[in-house]
């Protein structure tokens, strides 16, 4: 599998409901960052977390980093039909010479009304 | 402030025609990645550009595609001859760096991409 796998793949839920989305990875990172893409358009950045820090907020989303299990997730609290889009995880390694930005396959979430 | 500017939106091609992607970086930004999105692959880096300069061109699938930035403010990303396994999503997309700063430490800045069929 690859570095940075979302889960679940498919997630839908009412207007109102929390959506919880997670990422894993398997190599050492320098930070993890979620991105937002709605249909037909480019990724839209939401939160970078670096791997010294734990959690971080913006708004109504919350991301949580457990570098001891190399893994990540990202909620949304009080979701709105508006939140409906696909959710990535990107996880930048920056070790010496091997410097990437991996990409996951992305989480579909469906608020529906 | 304008965003991250991809033409065309779309292009359908045929075959062996030689196809050419232009970007618009946001402006103050001086890194630059090409990106290609798939369902089967998901968001793939093909290469990507500091300053101008290309730093690293391993996601570049064959010698078929290039990528050039002439200036700050303009990239192309070319496939000589297309084929039909090249029809994707292609996203540019930008940010900034400082002197010191790592790669990849900074979020990334989208277009909204070109999607490219190849008949």
């Known amino acids: 599998s690859q570095q940075g796998e979302e889960d679940p793949q498919a997630l839908s839920i009412q207007e109102g409901e929390n959506a919880t989305m997670n990422c894993s990875y398997k190599?050492?990172?320098?930070?993890l960052q979620w991105y937002r893409q709605n249909s037909g358009r480019g990724l839209v950045h939401l939160i970078l977390i670096r791997s010294n820090e734990r959690e971080k907020h913006s708004g109504r989303l919350r991301v949580t980093l457990d570098t001891s299990k190399k893994s990540s997730s990202l909620l949304i609290t009080a979701s709105r039909a508006a939140d409906t889009a696909s959710y990535f995880c990107?996880?930048?390694?920056?070790?010496?010479?091997?410097?990437?930005?991996?990409w996951g396959l992305g989480t579909s979430l469906a608020v529906n009304p | 402030d304008a965003g991250v500017i991809q033409s065309p939106r779309h292009e359908v091609t045929e075959m062996g025609q030689e196809v050419t992607l232009r970007c618009k970086p946001i402006?103050?930004?001086?890194?630059l990645f090409w990106y290609r999105q798939t369902m089967m692959r998901g968001l793939e880096l093909l290469i990507y550009f500091n300053n101008n300069v290309p730093i690293d061109d391993s996601g570049m699938p064959e010698d078929r595609f290039s990528a050039k930035m002439p200036n700050a403010s303009f990239s192309t990303l070319k496939i000589q001859p297309s084929e039909p396994r090249d029809s994707a999503v292609y996203f540019c997309?930008?940010?900034?760096?400082?002197?010191?700063?790592?790669?990849?430490?900074?979020?990334?800045?989208f277009g909204d991409g070109t999607r490219l069929s190849i008949l």
């Open positions: 997309a930008s940010s900034f760096w400082g002197q010191t700063a790592l790669p990849f430490n900074q979020p990334q800045h």
């Open positions: 990107a996880t930048a390694l920056n070790a010496g010479n091997n410097r990437k930005l991996i």
């Open positions: 190599t050492s990172i320098n930070n």
């Open positions: 402006s103050g930004h001086n890194s």
